[in-house]
């Protein structure tokens, strides 16, 4: 019979059964009422909670490598429109506008990269 919850703290003596502390709830136990939890806690029998299954399952590493017949990764694309040169993705913080080229919103375009001539 277990004695969590009871009102006294001596409902008999038993001899060599001495009494703990549960270190979750407080209350006054009976040793041989009492288990070591896998925190290292001594708690009764009542609250006792085993480890999770999940803590115990080491990740394995991934291989993210392709496998197989892959294409290699396509060059970057200039589009020209109207005689205007834009590059996709290029642009100066808070003043991109969409369907301008650099050489529009006054930045000087180098010239052994694009071709001046079409500006």
């Known amino acids: 019979m ?7 703290r001596n ?3 038993k001899p060599g059964d001495h009494w703990v502390q549960c270190q979750r709830t407080g209350m006054i136990i009976r040793s ?9 806690l001594i708690v009764a029998k009542e609250v006792w909670e085993p480890r999770h299954p999940q803590d115990l399952l080491r990740g394995r590493p991934d291989n993210f490598a ?19 040169v ?25 010239s052994g990269t694009f071709n001046a001539n079409t500006l």
């Open 32 to 40: 041989s009422d009492a288990r070591l939890e896998w925190t290292g």
């Open 11 to 13: 409902p008999g003596w």
């Open 66 to 84: 392709a496998v197989g017949i892959v294409n290699p990764e396509a060059a970057d694309v200039f589009i020209e429109s109207g005689g205007r």
């Open 86 to 110: 834009a590059v996709a993705g290029l642009a100066v913080t808070g003043e991109a506008v969409a369907g301008t080229s650099l050489a529009d919103l006054g930045y000087a375009v180098p």
């Open 2 to 8: 277990a004695s969590f919850g009871k009102k006294t």
